[in-house]
C-alpha cells in the first residue's frame, strides 16, 4: 500500500484556485486513495467535488460537540457532509494560537471518530523541550487517546514545533527514533498500531529521503502543498 500524503492549505488559497489545482494534480499523478487535502472547511464541498479520483478532501478542525451555540465552530458531522473524509486535530497551530489542550482534543477526536471521519492526530514537542521530547510526546498520546476504543481511522503526524515553516528538518534519525517512540507507546497503552506520518518542512527536495524511512508511513507538508506542482512531486517521490 502506498503511504498517505497529506496537504494542509491551512488559512491559505482560494476558491478560484481549486480548479488549477486539481487539474495539476490529474495531469502529474494517479489518483490511489492515499492522497489528501486539508481545506479551509468553506471550501470542502467545492475541493471534494473536484477532486473525485484524485484526492480526499480533510478538514483543518472540527468542534466536539454536535450542535449548540458555539458562534463561528463547525461540529464533525458538518466537515463530514460537506465532503470531509479526514481531519487534522490537534495540529500545533491549533494548540499553540488557540490553546487547545489535550483533554480537548481528546473530545474533538472521539466525537470525529464517532463521525466516521479519519483523524490525523498531531503531536510533536516544542525546541525547548526537544531534550524530553518522549515525555512530551507520551503525554499528547495517553491524554489525547482516553477512552479510544478503535484504532483503525487513527493516524499520528510526528511534527516537531520547531520544524513547522521554519525550514528546519528533523534528522533521519530524529524521525526514526520519534516514529518508533509513538507507535511503541500506542502499542503499550492502547494495544493498537498506528500509521505516523512525518510532518515538518518537507519539500520535493527532502521528500524522497523522508519517505525512503521505513518508519515513516507517509507525510503532512503545509507550505509546499500550496503549489500542486510542489505537493505532486511530493506524492512522486513515494
Ligand atoms: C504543517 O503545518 O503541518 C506543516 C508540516 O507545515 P510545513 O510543511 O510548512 O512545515
Excluded at 130 to 146: D, N, R, W
Excluded at 173 to 189: P, T
Excluded at 227 to 236: E, G, H, R
Aim: glycine share 8%.
Amino acid at each position: 500500500m502506498s503511504k498517505l500524503i497529506v496537504a494542509n492549505w491551512k488559512m491559505n488559497n482560494s476558491f478560484a484556485d481549486i480548479q488549477d489545482y486539481v487539474k495539476e494534480l490529474r495531469r502529474q499523478v494517479k489518483g490511489d486513495g492515499n492522497i489528501v487535502v486539508c481545506v479551509p472547511s468553506v471550501m470542502l464541498k467545492d475541493f471534494s467535488t473536484s477532486a473525485r479520483g484524485i484526492a480526499q478532501a480533510g478538514a483543518q478542525n472540527c468542534h466536539y460537540a454536535e450542535k449548540g451555540a458555539f458562534t463561528g465552530e463547525v461540529s464533525a458531522k458538518m466537515v463530514k457532509d460537506a465532503g470531509a473524509t479526514y481531519v487534522l486535530v490537534g495540529h500545533s497551530e491549533r494548540r499553540e494560537n488557540f490553546n487547545e489542550k489535550n483533554e480537548f482534543l481528546n473530545k474533538k477526536l472521539n466525537s470525529a471518530l464517532s463521525c466516521g471521519l479519519k483523524v490525523i492526530f498531531c503531536v510533536g514537542e516544542k525546541l525547548e523541550e526537544k531534550t524530553k521530547y518522549k515525555s512530551v510526546l507520551k503525554k499528547q498520546i495517553i491524554e489525547g487517546f482516553a477512552h479510544v476504543k478503535d484504532f483503525a481511522n487513527i493516524i499520528v503526524a510526528y511534527e516537531p514545533v520547531w520544524a513547522i515553516g521554519t525550514g528546519m528538518v528533523a534528522t533521519d534519525l530524529d524521525i526514526e527514533r520519534a516514529h518508533k517512540f509513538i507507535k511503541s507507546v500506542v502499542k503499550e497503552y492502547f494495544g493498537a498500531v498506528v500509521p505516523v506520518l512525518y510532518g515538518g518542512s518537507v519539500k520535493p527536495s527532502n521528500a524522497k529521503e523522508i519517505l525512503a524511512n521505513p518508519e515513516v508511513d507517509g507525510v503532512l507538508v503545509g507550505g509546499a502543498s500550496l503549489n500542486a506542482s510542489d505537493f505532486a512531486s511530493i506524492i512522486l517521490s513515494r
